[in-house]
């Protein structure tokens, strides 16, 4: 199918509304954000019907949005900013870390497109002009040096579709959604009560290392070649799955009676039978082993336990 084309109406940078001295220090990575040096940004984005409101103006819209963004760049600062490098002689190595005074700010792009919430919505696999909406859709984390958090609105024919990319090495899944529903809150706030500056849940910013190590960890090579990896994306088909809350239950129940216990949890039945459906779709040939890894927030699992609102990367692979 032949899409219009996006076009993008502006283009700003938008900063931190206030920068404590703390917060104009370089951040050093944690080992589980060094890992993230290959992998693509997270991209994540939200669509909504226009409001029913006859006064909706999306120009005071883009404003409050860049304002609250601005307030919770704040408490959330590591976001707008970008990587530094340092090569080191003795011995040869590197040392990446996020430096506060290399960037112009958080990218924030409007854009518009001539097609519809339901031209979105409605088909089974997601539309290719959905990449469109990002601002970083091929973007590596290493490309953090010249890239920030970007936000990207566009404008559709009876809608609004919000697309944030943010780093990998400076966040995971969970402090992804931190950020951007601490961005929410600060938004309705703002509309409500004129109100900027307050979170409910500020994050933890101080960046967990072993103990032992130096909080500015090296990495022991002698070219950025040898650490970076630019993984080819597949030509695949993408569709996103919706399950009832009803079908989960009984989904649960029945995995529980088949295997005589009741320890298994609705997550690990709907991962297992997700697992299954692959695996059959591959056809791979009954002799061939085949596994499943996925990641999993390790806050609560470390020896003392991170804080739930630990600002970073916390993750454990599992197979």
Not at 27 to 47: E, F
Not at 138 to 161: M, N, R, W
Request: glycine share 4%; net charge positive.
């Amino acid at each position: 199918m032949k899409y219009p084309s996006v076009e993008i109406i502006s283009d700003c940078f938008i900063k931190p509304k206030f920068l404590s001295e703390v917060a104009k220090k370089p951040t050093y990575l944690s080992p589980w954000d060094l890992a993230m040096m290959s992998t693509h940004y997270i991209q994540k984005g939200l669509l909504y019907p226009l409001p029913e409101n006859k006064d909706f103006s999306i120009t005071t819209f883009l404003d409050d949005l860049k304002d609250s963004l601005s307030a919770t760049l704040t408490h959330f600062h590591p976001l707008a900013a970008r990587f530094a490098t340092i090569k080191l002689q003795n011995p040869p190595s590197f040392a990446v870390f996020i430096n506060p005074e290399n960037s112009p700010g958080a990218r924030f792009i409007h854009s518009s497109v001539n097609l519809t919430v339901a031209d979105i919505h409605t088909p089974k696999d997601v539309p290719s002009i959905v990449h469109l909406f990002f601002d970083h859709h091929k973007a590596i984390s290493h490309d953090g040096h010249k890239l920030s958090l970007s936000v990207q609105v566009t404008e559709l024919i009876d809608g609004i579709f919000i697309a944030c990319s943010a780093n990998h090495m400076v966040v995971d899944g969970s402090s992804f959604w931190h950020f951007f529903n601490s961005w929410s809150e600060v938004f309705r706030s703002k509309r409500e009560h004129d109100l900027l500056d307050h979170i409910s849940r500020p994050p933890a910013l101080q960046r967990w290392v072993p103990e032992g190590c130096h909080k500015m960890i090296t990495l022991p090579f002698t070219s950025e070649d040898q650490f970076i990896d630019r993984p080819k994306r597949s030509l695949l088909r993408e569709r996103i799955f919706h399950f009832s809350t009803g079908s989960l239950s009984k989904l649960k129940a029945k995995v529980n009676y088949e295997c005589n216990t009741t320890k298994i949890s609705t997550l690990q039945a709907l991962c297992a039978i997700v697992w299954r459906c692959v695996t059959r779709a591959r056809r791979l040939p009954r002799e061939q082993e085949t596994g499943c890894r996925m990641a999993a927030d390790n806050r609560k699992r470390l020896s003392p336990p991170l804080p739930e609102t630990y600002f970073g990367n916390d993750l454990g692979v599992f197979s």
